[in-house]
Nanobody
Framework: QVQLVESGGGLVQPGGSLRLSCAVS????????MGWYRQAPGKQRELVTS???????VVADSVKGRFTISRDNAKNTVYLQMTSLKPEDTAVYYC????????????????WGQGTQVTVSS
């Protein structure tokens, strides 16, 4: 049993900040890459930013300089610090993690959080 639970979404004014958290729980041996995706109304889900177990990051051009991803390996938690938020950042944000379960080390599987709504509006 592996679960990803997201928190931190909400309503914020343009220019404001918000921090999302995603905690992994269950029978986990190792958490590999983790990332944040978002899906705006009428659009496809897109990668926002990702981070490897070694700390290397990828950031979408649309959020570069404004969003920062980080992780706490001891807590199996990934964070998304969002600043200078814009209305176009409005979307459902999904956490993703590639995980090796203790009971199945021969395979790694992508797991998804339930999604959390971020609304940027004045």
């Amino acid at each position: 049993q592996v679960q990803l639970v997201e928190s931190g979404g909400g309503l914020v004014q343009p220019g404001g900040s918000l921090r999302l958290s995603c905690a992994v729980s269950g029978s986990v041996f190792r958490v590999n890459d983790m990332g944040w995706y978002r899906q705006a109304p009428g659009k496809q889900r897109e990668l926002v930013t990702s981070i490897t177990s070694g700390g290397r990051t990828v950031v979408a051009d649309s959020v570069k300089g404004r969003f920062t991803i980080s992780r706490d390996n001891a807590k199996n938690t990934v964070y998304l610090q969002m600043t200078s938020l814009k209305p176009e950042d409005t979307a459902v944000y999904y956490c993703n993690a590639n995980i090796m379960r203790r009971e199945a080390l021969f395979r790694s599987v992508d797991y998804w959080g339930q999604g959390t709504q971020v609304t940027v509006s004045s």
